[in-house]
């Protein structure tokens, strides 16, 4: 792994696009930062985590986006450069302080890094946030590559600086999951210490001061757009009279594709970095003269829109496309050979690259879908549950590794639309049906937007059951610390907050903490909260076997099928589905690699064929 | 610099963005632009995982279907589902070593016979390297070095723009000292036997 705190400016890396920023806030000077963690942005607050105490400055992992946003809010008015990273829906829940810090804006550099997820890889919607760049009126600037991605964090610091206003950077998966060649530069050195001037009629917005403010946001927006304008960073590169006005990711897929079609002198292309406010004359001047030209941008037609606009204003009516039904689409992430292809067939050139092979031959493909790991206590948990509740009851389920837990045999989750969303909708399905209701939320998703709704489950006298799945880690994005956590295992000097004693005192009356890896316990334990009416919590504590084995070396204790004993149910296959069993001549084996022997199988069995294997058997 | 498009495919846990990032080390070293671009998320969760390396002048650092020069495949299922991004004149490198998926064992979906995917792969592409990078790994001594061995013999096969010597060397900066020598010795294994194939 590079070191990116100690290596010299000068030096070329090969960084992940994340890592980049990282390097890129060190560089600025960052001296405050705070993260809730969120794929594909995780890797910048991982970073930070890692090299904090090395590179000597601050950071804190977030209960959520809107607080972390709050909290480098604070510190940026005190005059620290500060920063906060998010994916897009992330920005969501950071979206009320965003709206009003862009009024009040900020004494030292604050960047906001946002990542979008076209295509979904790990999100539950693919949202283009460039919108809230034009709904906050917060500069937007877009990098390309890793080495953008280092030297425009640094950028955007300056740059938020200059205008006292927030600065967002934004990338994609594909940027923040790449690695490229980073040339390092210097350290700046900035104030660790901010100094706070009382001005209550320039911070506190109540609506007299508000209103105000929205002027000076309309100043410095105007102020913005001069230095978008002027900025080399939105570049024209060759000449010709055709036109290709692109941003982010897609910029490399453009130029690839004009270089291997043969375009690059007929083909003249305007790279965006600024994507709010954009560079107008600078467009109006690529688009004057041009016979046509072709908007390429993932997403939603935020640019083709703009530049509609404005080439409208001026009476220019050339032929300027972007998403059409034969163009470019608003789903999903491009790739460079569509990009080429479309480029093509708007300028009317042959695409010359190679054809895909004939596969209607091959056959069809067992599946490899993501699952939960061998020993993973959620598995136990849904399997208790689903014994005390029926596989009837509604299961609103929320954002974690245990939402695979939607996929058969499971089959435990019913309505997922956001983080914190199982608790609260928990109240609509109870309320408008008359089937029994239990919720599932992580341990980290309950801390983050899980409370809120629990308050207003039991002052609302609401009837269901919710599951705290407390595995003690932020599994799923890769075992960030969170409150619930054990802080003294980790070594981490962060106070530990008890999720049993905070649900107790939100005013939950019926609470219980099980193990799950107890079935016969727990499945009794959910039986009895099913029957109380009202708000019940049942807290489901086992640490995650991936993220405990940091800790406690696990036991070489596996389990076999006793082949005498097994009389081929498959109970524990088609019921359990643990990933370690595996079929061989129409029995159930399993396999002692992948085994951590929890033992919660061999409660399963109805023959008790499943036993401890012999040391040395 | 002409540009050679590299996919590696293989499952969790099998160490794929490790081979793929030494490569990218290794070409940074040797001066060569290189992208390398990684899937993450669920690679600890026995999914499929992929990641591709571009060595050359090219600026996209990912792959198209139809598009990878080399695919080098960790599991012959995966290798197989990964031929979208092959052309008629695409290198394929695969381990033979099967690592069946879990919808297999509950019974969705049948993992294809050995002799067919091979028989499906000779038949699509120009050429096939095929052996089993397990049973190398554990001759090295190291049952987890089934990335450094498909490494080697990628080194062995493709016409690469970065040379061996480079390659051990990024093994050598990043590797624990107590897998080095297992690992040079998985990575000459793979090398072999792609030369030999």
Known sequence: ?617 | MATLRIVFVGVGGQGNLLASRLLGEAALQAGVPVQVSEIHGMAQRGGVVESAVVLGDALSPIISPAQADVIVGFEPAETLRALDKANRKTLVITSTSKLPPFTVAIGQGQYPEMDQVLGLLEKKVRKVIAFDALEKAVEAGNVLAVNMVLLGALAGAAKLPVSRNRIEQAIRSETKKAFLETNLKAFDLGFEAARAA
């Open chain 1, 1 to 617: 792994m590079p070191d990116i705190v100690a290596e010299k400016p000068g030096r070329k890396l090969l960084l992940l696009g994340n890592e980049a920023i990282a390097r890129g806030a060190l560089e600025a000077g960052v001296v405050f930062a705070s993260s809730y963690p969120g794929t594909p942005s995780s890797e910048v607050p991982d970073t930070f985590f890692r090299i904090k105490d090395q590179a000597g400055f601050y950071f804190e992992y977030a209960t959520n986006e809107k607080v972390a946003l709050e909290t480098v809010a604070g510190a940026a008015v005190a005059g620290v450069r500060a920063m906060t990273t998010c994916k897009h829906v992330g920005l969501n829940v950071a979206a009320d302080p965003l709206m009003t810090l862009a009024y009040v804006g900020v004494n030292a550099g604050l960047v906001i890094y946002n990542a979008d997820d076209p295509s979904l890889f790990s999100s539950q919607n693919e949202q283009d946030n460039r919108y809230y760049a034009k709904l906050s009126g917060l500069p937007m600037i877009e990098p390309t590559n890793a080495q953008e991605l280092k030297d425009l964090t640094v950028y955007a610091f300056d740059l938020s600086e200059e205008l006292k206003l927030p600065v967002i950077l934004r990338s994609t998966t594909r940027l923040a999951h790449s690695r490229g060649a980073v040339k390092l530069g210097p350290r700046k050195k900035t104030q660790k210490k901010g100094k706070f001037t009382k001005a209550p009629f320039s911070y506190v917005t109540v609506p007299a001061v508000a209103r105000r403010l929205h002027a000076v946001l309309l100043d410095k927006q105007a102020q913005a757009a001069r230095i978008s304008e002027a900025s080399p960073l939105n570049k024209v590169i060759g000449r010709g009279k055709w036109g290709v006005i692109t941003n982010g990711v897609s910029f490399n897929y453009v130029m690839d594709a004009l270089a291997d079609l043969g375009l690059k002198d007929k083909v003249s292309v305007l790279k965006l970095v600024w994507t709010n406010p954009l560079p107008e004359r600078k467009i109006l001047s690529f688009l004057k003269g041009k016979e046509k030209v072709l908007v390429v941008e993932e997403l939603e037609p935020f640019l083709e829109d703009s530049i509609k606009v404005i080439a409208q204003a001026k009476g220019l009516t050339l032929p300027i496309q972007g998403k059409a039904r034969n163009l470019f689409s608003r789903l999903y992430e491009y790739d460079p050979a569509q990009v080429r292809r479309v480029v093509a067939r708007y300028f009317k050139v042959r695409d010359r690259s190679p054809r895909p092979l004939d596969l209607s031959d091959l056959p069809a493909l067992p599946n490899r879908p993501p699952n939960l790991c061998p020993g993973c206590p959620h598995r136990m948990t849904y399997y208790a549950v689903k014994k005390a509740a029926g596989p009837e009851a509604i299961f609103p389920s929320d954002i974690g590794c245990y939402t695979l837990g939607l996929l058969p045999p499971i089959s435990m989750a019913d309505f997922l639309i956001c983080m914190g969303s199982s608790v609260s909708s928990s109240a609509g399905f109870s309320r408008a049906q008359d089937k029994k209701v239990v919720a599932f939320i992580g341990d980290s998703t309950f801390f983050h937007s899980g409370i809120t709704g629990l308050v207003n489950g039991v002052h609302n006298n609401h009837n269901f059951t919710l599951v705290i799945l407390d595995n003690g880690t932020t599994a799923m994005t890769g075992h960030q610390p969170h409150p619930g956590m054990d802080t003294e295992m980790a070594g981490l000097p962060n106070t530990h907050i008890d999720i049993e004693s905070l649900v107790k005192g939100l005013g939950v009356k019926h609470v219980a903490v099980v193990k799950p890896r107890n079935l016969k316990k727990t499945q009794a334990a959910v039986e009895e909260a099913l029957k109380f009416k009202g708000v019940s919590v049942i807290i489901s504590r086992e640490i995650c076997p991936l993220y405990g084995r940091r800790f406690v070396k696990p036991k070489k204790m596996t389990f076999t099928v006793d082949l005498a004993k097994c009389t081929n149910h498959r109970d524990c296959l088609t019921t359990f589905a643990c990933p370690a069993f595996y079929l061989e001549g129409g029995k159930v084996y399993i396999d002692e690699n992948l085994c951590i022997g929890c033992a919660v199988c061999a409660q399963i069995c109805p023959e008790s064929a499943i036993v401890p294997r012999k040391v040395g058997g």
